[in-house]
């Protein structure tokens, strides 16, 4: 089994399992009721390419703002992913990472839960080219400001289509 693969599912059973110790602890006190206006994360996950048949390490980075009309259910973010890795093709061997830069919309069904939805760029060795990014995620936060977020994703490319699966680690503030 590669190596790298081994480590994509070891960070992500450890996160899930973190999610699932801490996740549902509650504050004995909120500060207000209100989610943190600003969020800032890192990102670790997998993303499988379609193309290549590849799972890629993924790191990524994501500012959010959460606008506090419509009682916060309503944000935006810039998303900014790069998958490493390599794949092997009929002609050999290529070096196949990846960089996605991506402003997305985010919206809150619940406080917790969200979709989000946009496009942006993907840029790599081999092409350069528009993507969209559909995905869900579901923000546990521990102690007021540390959030622990499960996300899966989809992209999609006129030829590229990707799907990602990850936990953030954030940090909430107004």
Known sequence: MNICIVKNILVLAFGFCFCLVYGQHEPSERIDKHPHQ?????????????????NLFT??????????????????????????????DRNGYEADSELLITPVVNFYPTE???????????????????ISRLGLGYEFEIHHKILIIPNV????????????AGISLGIGFH
């Open 38 to 54: 600003d969020n800032v994360e890192a990102y670790s996950g997998v993303t499988y390419n379609k193309q290549h048949k590849t």
């Open 59 to 88: 790191l990524g980075f994501d500012y959010e703002h959460r606008f506090n009309w419509l009682d916060y259910r309503l944000g935006i973010s810039l998303l900014s992913d790069y998958e490493f890795g390599h794949s092997y």
């Open 112 to 130: 917790k839960f969200k979709v989000f939805a946009g496009g942006g760029m993907l840029f790599s060795k081999e092409l350069t080219e528009p």
């Open 153 to 164: 994703a989809l992209d999609l490319g006129k030829d590229y289509q990707a799907y990602l």
